[in-house]
């Protein structure tokens, strides 16, 4: 993903892999004929099941999903009249190419951003200040670059739907998803939830208009409508009926990246109403691990099928880090700062953005083409500011600088490249790959996650032949190792599905210990000295954590988790509430090791009238019961006030900490 701004103009351009293409109108909608539809590769027939359940009423009339990835994005949309049919939106390299072809000069006014998604995952104490970097080492608050992005998704969103449905009218019609991965931290969720907000998608008073998709959730949603033809099987394990798989390992490959080529060009898709193949030969219980491989992380989820309602259940919190495809740009970056120097190569990004930016497409393009079985060398383009650049820093040519550096299976072309070797270029991928097979591994080893039949392997980096590989190797004899034949598109297909119906998911699991400090009766004994605290004659424990829910604790969807409190003074008109997290379970005081305050409730009050309401004391007890859902995928907080049975305005923030 890629934003260039211009800073104090509006201009905005974006960038994602594919080539913008527009979408035609759904069957029976106003805007384009129905003849203009291209409906590939999916293909309408029967569904082989259909589910038990019904999705509940569309509360909107069209969903549209975001797909905000680190390296790529695009944005889908399908009308709740016509929920099987799914327009796809892809963007070409705009920002990057803009950047790329401006004037030095030029560059200067304006701010380009790389691969910003993964600030939000690796900064720790990420607030509504936290800033980002440009390429020439300028910063902006990372709130507005966030929000710049979805509104120029939100702009053509709405232009594409106008044109489709002219009397769509755009307020309160549209369900915004926008997806994020599973591990991301409650803060990080609520970034985009508040960048939402300011790029106009919707308003904080209509908070359900926008929901946060888990991307390897919404890529297992989309896997339950697989048919066979729409897969591959790279599994080493004969299938059930016996037969060999029908093409090797390396023809299956070369399938899957010409299905995916075909699939970028696809503009409408069109989904099982009921549940594909694949599923319907699966069992009540059965297990599967979807590992969305993306640019910046790769996030596992475990689910188990619910039959006959056809609901997913999470087995184990989601897990996984940053191990995306970024690494492999790192490494090579790595090479770079290896062979010239690692003061020469922030130097020469911080002047020549423009070139560092070029010298980064050529790299992506080689990276495509490394496969498993390529032995011919690679050549990388290095710009010719490059060159010059280094000759006139260093006083010597990049040549020397390559000899000097005995760097094996890296040469140097006269036609102005560097020559990487088929073993060079695995190299660099070698580290991000090994981190994602260990992490795969030790999941399959948890307790909890026995018995799995599927490993769905799905992102943008899934596309990659040096993963797929590598997860064939590892995991093939182990389950039947499945990648979807449009295996870049998948989450953001799920995001749409999940958008159409949010109860999919029935039960996740906690990804942390949730609870605040409270005081208890002080045991002798029990309890240490220095937490004891003597109020009005009695002995108190301070400090004690109350849990809400527990780590890995199975949490159902619209599962409620009560508390009440009481406000301190009876004219108090806000009650602020410190939340407190922990990665583990045992934890007994808000001062454990581990503990760290994460967030904040707010239950703001009315004033009572002078009685307090009723004929009681004007100094009676004042309750509020508030109330907690940890099942869906964002913390949600509701309140009321029990004497009188009305609701309290009531937030949660786990961003002002």
């Avoid at 401006?102 to 936290?130: C, G, Q, V």
Wanted: charge should be positive; glycine fraction near 8%.
């Amino acid at each position: 993903m890629a934003t260039l701004l211009q800073p104090g103009m509006q201009s905005l351009r974006m960038g994602a892999n594919g080539e913008r293409c527009p979408t035609p109108s759904p069957p029976g909608s106003p805007g384009m004929p129905h003849e203009s539809c291209s409906i590939a590769p999916l293909t309408p027939s029967q569904s082989p099941r259909s589910e038990a359940r019904s999705p509940p009423p569309a509360a909107f009339a069209v969903v549209v999903a975001i797909d905000f990835g680190t390296t790529s994005s695009g944005y889908a949309f399908s009308f709740a009249t016509d929920p099987e049919a799914i327009h796809m939106m892809s963007f070409g390299y705009t920002a990057r190419d803009y950047y790329h072809d401006l004037d030095p000069e030029e560059a200067r006014d304006w701010l380009y951003f790389e691969k910003f998604k993964m600030k939000i995952h690796s900064t720790s104490d990420l607030t509504m200040n936290t800033e980002l970097e440009a390429v020439n080492g300028k910063k902006m608050q990372a709130l507005e670059v966030f929000a710049h992005a979805l509104r120029f998704f939100k702009q053509h969103a709405v232009q594409e739907l106008k044109d489709q449905c002219p009397s769509l009218p755009e307020r309160d019609a549209i369900r915004w998803v926008i997806t994020v991965p599973a591990i991301w931290k409650q803060p990080a969720k609520q970034f985009m939830r508040e960048a939402a907000y300011k790029a106009g998608l919707v308003s904080p008073e209509n908070p359900e208009q926008l929901l946060i998709a888990l991307e390897p959730e919404a890529a297992s949603i989309y896997c339950r409508k697989l048919r066979l033809h729409q897969l591959i099987d790279l599994s080493c394990k004969p299938p059930a009926n016996g037969l060999a798989p029908e093409h090797p390992i390396d023809s299956s490959f070369r399938q899957a990246r010409e299905q995916l080529r075909r699939s970028r060009h696809s503009r409408t898709f069109l989904v099982e109403s009921g549940v594909g193949e694949l599923w319907s030969e699966m069992q009540a219980g059965d297990r599967y691990i979807v590992a969305d491989c993306g640019g910046g992380t790769v996030d596992l989820t475990v689910h188990q099928i619910e039959k006959p309602q056809g609901t997913l259940k999470e087995l184990y919190k989601a897990s996984g880090g940053p191990y995306g495809a970024v690494g492999v740009d790192l490494a090579f970056e790595k090479l770079l700062c290896h062979i010239f120097g690692e003061d020469f190569i922030a130097t020469f990004k911080a002047k020549r953005p423009a070139a560092w930016v070029d010298l980064t497409i050529a790299f992506e393009a080689r990276k495509r083409a490394a496969a498993p079985s390529r032995a011919s060398p690679l050549n990388i383009s290095l710009p010719f500011s490059f060159i010059d650049f280094y000759r006139k820093h260093r006083g010597q040519n990049v040549e020397t600088a390559l000899k000097k550096s005995n760097v094996n299976f890296v040469k140097w072309s006269s036609q102005g490249m560097l020559r990487m070797s088929a073993e060079a270029m695995g190299e660099l991928f070698q580290p991000t790959i090994t981190q994602i097979i260990k992490h795969i591994d030790d999941l399959l080893k948890k307790p909890e996650v026995q018995g799995i039949k599927f490993l769905f392997l799905v992102g943008g980096f899934a596309e990659s032949a040096m993963l797929q590989r590598a997860v064939q190797a590892a995991f093939g004899l182990t389950c039947r190792v499945i990648i979807p034949q449009d295996v870049g598109l998948t989450i953001l297909k799920g995001a749409v599905l999940f958008g159409l119906d949010p109860t999919i998911v029935r039960v996740r699991r906690s990804p942390l210990t949730y609870g605040v400090g409270v005081l208890n009766k002080f045991v002798e004994g029990k309890h240490p000295r220095e937490k004891l605290l003597v109020k009005e004659g009695k002995n108190w424990c301070t400090d004690i954590f109350e849990k809400f829910v527990s780590v890995d604790q199975s949490v159902a969807l619209g599962e409620v988790v009560q508390r009440s409190y009481c406000p301190a003074r009876p004219g108090q008109r806000k009650t602020i509430i410190n939340i407190y997290c922990c990665a583990t379970d045992d934890v007994v005081y808000i001062t454990d090791p581990g503990v760290r305050k994460c967030g904040t409730i707010s239950l703001e009050l009315e004033a009572l009238g002078d009685n307090g309401g009723g004929g009681g004391p004007a100094r009676a007890r004042r309750e509020i019961r508030a109330s907690m859902q940890f099942g869906d995928t964002e913390i949600k907080v509701t309140a009321m006030d029990t004497r009188t049975a009305k609701t309290v305005r009531a937030t949660i923030d786990f961003l002002s900490n």
